[in-house]
Structures are given as structure tokens and as C-alpha cells.
């Protein structure tokens, strides 16, 4: 599979008003009296929270098909794409170009609005962001062997790995070849094979944890043996704090100290307002306010507009 298989370009319509009667006579009818965004992509984190969960609403009273549906479907696409960017951060350290990340990325992204029920009762981005990481993590499966595997071995390897733990949890033993080969309704030879074509994956850095998700993780370790590194979650909590360090200095003085108050010595709202001579709902609405401004911040991700400038014209 060659690299420029492995991507799919998205079909978004451009976002850019058409011209025409017949045009604009679409969007009214598919936006029903909502307020039309000229650059959905760059709307504000709360805007475009607000507007989306009125085009959900929309959407699901649109049928499937129409030019109504695709155009609420495609400002949604737009209006979200900073969950892409987001998501791509926590993978800056990828080979892979940011432009392909941020497209599969968008791919899941568009996945997640056709598969979003809002009756359910919970906020998109907390429903879409796994469903995004989850593309771009199948991407790097895709596309990380080392050598040349054939997609038969790459498949049963995936299948190994499920069986593997599915097993594991079961029995609280990791299953032998023998078991895995009934299982699957295999050979041992075949097991063996999947086995082997497993080393294949990506060769890591002996200073590097194996594996990037579970998955990989798994399989490796019931195949290679012990890890030469493990995963130290700290170090992604260090990359947050690095990124969040600039914007907690445009902070004022005062937000300063309530994220101290709030995080440092772990005091709740009302504790923080006795401290402060302030009541608890004012405490309240400044950390909101503190928090909103913090995600906006690492939203307006300058590395990543390049890459996901392509879905925004």
C-alpha cells in the first residue's frame, strides 16, 4: 500500500456563499431561521459549541440526501474542525506530516456527526474527540510497519491481539498457540505467522515505550517479549503544562491565584470565595471564564493551521 493510498480526501463542500438565488434559497430553507456563519471554522470555542447543538437539531429534521441536510452536515464538518486540531496535538512528535494527520483526523470527525444521536444527552466534542483520535491511530497502524507485510498478516496480527486479550481477561493468563489457534479456528503454523509478522510493526527507539495505543502495546508484548521502555504518562502532562505556561502568564493576577487556589491547594469553590472575600458563584463564573479562555488558547494552535488550512476555505 503505497503512502498516498492511505489517505482519503474528505468530501466538504467549500464553505464559501455561492452565488445565485437558487443558492441562497437552500440555505435559508436548511438553516430554518438560525443565524448563517460566513466562516464556520473560525468561529469562537463557545459559538461554535452553541450553534452546533442547534444544527444537530436541525440536521435530524432534514432528510438524508437533500441539499438542505448536506449543507447543515458540511457547516457542522467546519464548525468543529478545531476538535481536529486539538486531537492532533497529542501527536506532534508523529514522522508523519501534520497535513495527513489533520485530513484522516477530519475523517473521524465526520464520522462522528453521522453518527451523533443529541437525544442522548451528551456534548459533541466529549462524544467526537475518541472517535478523531481513533482515526488518526488506526492511520499510524496503517502505515507503521517497518517492512513490506501483506494485508492478510496485518489483518490476523489485529485479530491475534483481540483474541489475545479477550483470553487473557477470561482465564487471567495470557493464551498459548495452541489455544489461540482454536480460538480462531486457525493452525498453530498460521499463529505462528501472524506471531512473527507482529515484529514487522514499527521499530522503536530502545529510549521510546512501545506502542502508541493499546492495541499495539498488547500484541507486541505477547510476541517480543519484555519492553525495552515503558509509558510514562507524565511526560504528556508535561507537554500540556509547556503549552498552558504562556497563557497562564496573560492571566491577570487575580485568575492566577484561584487556578493556585483551585488546583494547588486542591480548595473548593466556596473555600476559594471565603479566601478571596468573593461569593461562591462568582468563583464559579471566574473559573469558567479562566477555563474558556485557557482551551480557546491552546485551540488557536498556530503549528496546526497550515495543516488544517486546506478544510477551511
Not at 440536521?59 to 438524508?64: H, N
Not at 467526537?128 to 496503517?142: C, N, Q
Not at 473555600?271 to 463564573?285: A, F, K, N, T, Y
Request: charged share 30%; aromatic share 6%.
Amino acid at each position: 500500500m503505497t503512502h498516498e493510498s492511505t489517505i482519503l480526501r474528505p468530501a466538504v463542500a467549500p464553505r464559501a456563499a455561492p452565488a445565485g438565488g437558487q443558492e441562497a434559497a437552500t440555505r435559508k430553507r436548511a438553516l430554518d431561521g438560525l443565524p448563517e456563519t460566513e466562516r464556520p471554522a473560525a468561529a469562537t470555542t463557545d459559538d461554535a459549541r452553541t450553534l452546533s447543538v442547534a444544527l444537530f437539531r436541525r440536521l435530524g429534521e432534514l432528510t438524508e440526501g437533500t441539499a438542505e441536510y448536506a449543507y447543515v452536515r458540511n457547516t457542522l464538518i467546519e464548525l468543529n474542525l478545531s476538535l481536529v486540531k486539538f486531537a492532533a496535538r497529542r501527536f506532534r512528535g508523529r514522522p508523519e506530516p501534520a497535513e495527513d494527520i489533520a485530513q484522516v483526523g477530519t475523517i473521524g470527525l465526520i464520522k462522528a456527526i453521522d453518527r451523533f444521536d443529541p437525544e442522548r444527552g451528551v456534548e459533541f466534542s466529549g462524544f467526537a474527540l475518541p472517535t478523531i483520535v481513533g482515526e488518526m491511530k488506526r492511520f499510524f497502524r496503517d502505515t507503521g510497519w517497518a517492512v513490506r507485510v501483506p494485508r492478510r498478516l496485518q489483518e490476523l496480527r489485529i485479530d491475534l491481539t483481540k483474541a489475545s486479550d479477550a483470553m487473557e481477561q477470561r482465564d487471567g493468563r495470557r493464551p498459548g498457540r495452541a489455544e489461540l489457534a482454536e480460538h480462531l479456528h486457525l493452525t498453530e503454523e498460521g499463529v505462528a505467522e501472524g506471531q512473527l509478522a507482529a515484529n514487522g510493526y514499527t521499530a522503536h527507539s530502545l529510549d521510546a515505550a512501545i506502542g502508541g495505543d493499546d492495541d499495539d502495546e498488547r500484541a507486541l508484548r505477547g510476541t517480543t517479549g519484555s519492553h525495552t521502555a515503558v509509558e510514562e504518562p507524565a511526560y504528556e502532562l508535561i507537554d500540556d503544562l509547556r503549552s498552558l505556561r504562556p497563557l497562564l502568564e496573560r492571566l491577570s493576577e487575580r485568575d492566577r491565584k484561584i487556578l493556585c487556589l483551585r488546583f494547588g491547594e486542591e480548595l473548593t469553590q466556596a473555600e476559594i470565595g471565603r479566601r478571596l472575600g468573593l461569593s461562591q458563584m462568582h468563583v464559579s463564573r471566574l473559573l469558567t471564564h479562566i477555563f474558556t479562555t485557557l482551551r480557546d488558547g491552546l485551540l488557536d494552535d498556530p503549528a496546526l493551521e497550515d495543516a488544517s488550512a486546506g478544510f477551511e476555505q
